[in-house]
Nanobody, 118 residues
Framework: QVQLVESGGGLVQAGGSLRLSCATS????????MGWYRQAPGKQRELVARMTNDERTNYADSVKGRFTISRDNAKNTAYLQMNSLKPEDTAVYYC????????????WGQGTQVTVSS
């Protein structure tokens, strides 16, 4: 079982920055991949950024060059640095963790609201 607690959301003007944090309840070394997803009103949840435990990353095209996913193994925390924010980035952002041993399991945080004003 993995519990995820997000923080760092809020209201920011277009062009501003926010950093989201996702604290895990177990060692991050035991988690195969961590990611950030978002869901805007009336839209499906979509992948924003993902990092595997060998630190390979992938990003949605819409955030490449603006968002950076990272992790601090000592703090068992993943981060999403969001720069040059746009109104279309407004959504609830969810942290995700994938564990593959002994079974493939997905864990989700409760979500944190990010609102970008124009």
């Amino acid at each position: 079982q993995v519990q995820l607690v997000e923080s760092g959301g809020g209201l920011v003007q277009a062009g501003g920055s926010l950093r989201l944090s996702c604290a895990t309840s177990r060692s991050i070394f035991g988690i195969n991949a961590m990611g950030w997803y978002r869901q805007a009103p009336g839209k499906q949840r979509e992948l924003v950024a993902r990092m595997t435990n060998d630190e390979r990353t992938n990003y949605a095209d819409s955030v490449k060059g603006r968002f950076t996913i990272s992790r601090d193994n000592a703090k068992n925390t993943a981060y999403l640095q969001m720069n040059s924010l746009k109104p279309e980035d407004t959504a609830v952002y969810y942290c995700n963790a994938v564990v593959t041993t002994p079974l493939i399991q997905n864990y989700w945080g409760q979500g944190t609201q990010v609102t970008v004003s124009s």
